[in-house]
T-cell receptor, first 112, second 113 residues
């Protein structure tokens, strides 16, 4: 029940295209869903996060879509750039618990 | 503000030894969490400390322990190292209040031979 399932494992997108990464969770107690971006040799960096009382959140080129009834959420990267090439992790937690449950990660490559 | 710092960045140890890793959180942050990152298991939560008290614990054996000092700096210790403990150990700090974001350090790469 603590799992977060993430797909795809790897993704190749052309520059200017839309990158889409999907996650699904089981624990209905989760109420905070962040996405992290990790470059080689670095720690994960918070990209964008959403709470289940909204269905979509947009920050610049990054958008989270959230479907509470399906227990799914996704990250959309618009106008993908080579600098977006990194590993992306979705996560879930119960607010205040400070215990993030991570998806397995998606290695994103943006071809120039 | 300076980010989360972790020392050392790289470490090589032998099976059976023990190791101590250190984490200095962002100034003003009172919560420190530790995660283990491996290619096979991904990112897994180890434990979280807030105001020198362990608030949450993940599913790891008792060989993994931690503590937090009054200045919020934290250390984690792994005793009787096994080959499978080779991983990137990440520390994350946050204000510790409900809904506060976690900021990760660069990690300590531990190799057990």
């Amino acid at each position: 029940q603590q799992q977060v399932k993430q797909s795809p494992q790897s993704l190749i997108v052309q520059k200017g295209g839309i990158s889409i990464i999907n996650c699904a969770y089981e624990n209905t107690a989760f109420d905070y869903f962040p996405w992290y971006q990790q470059f080689p040799g670095k720690g994960p960096a918070l990209l964008i996060a959403i709470r289940p009382d909204v269905s979509e959140k947009k920050e610049g080129r990054f958008t989270i879509s959230f479907n509470k009834s399906a227990k799914q959420f996704s990250l959309h990267i618009m106008d993908s750039q080579p600098g977006d090439s990194a590993t992306y992790f979705c996560a879930a937690t119960i607010q205040g618990a400070q215990k993030l449950v991570f998806g397995q990660g998606t290695r994103l490559t943006i071809n120039p | 503000k300076a980010g989360v710092t972790q020392t050392p960045r790289y470490l090589i140890k032998t099976r059976g030894q023990q190791v101590t890793l250190s984490c200095s959180p962002i100034s003003g942050h009172r919560s420190v969490s530790w995660y283990q990152q491996t290619p096979g298991q991904g990112l897994q939560f180890l434990f979280e400390y807030f105001s020198e008290t362990q608030r949450n614990k993940g599913n790891f054996p008792g060989r993994f322990s931690g503590r937090q000092f009054s200045n919020s700096r934290s250390e984690m210790n792994v005793s009787t190292l096994e080959l499978g403990d080779s991983a990137l150990y990440l520390c994350a700090s946050s204000l510790g209040a409900s809904g506060s974001q976690q900021y990760f350090g660069p990690g300590t790469r531990l190799t057990v031979t």
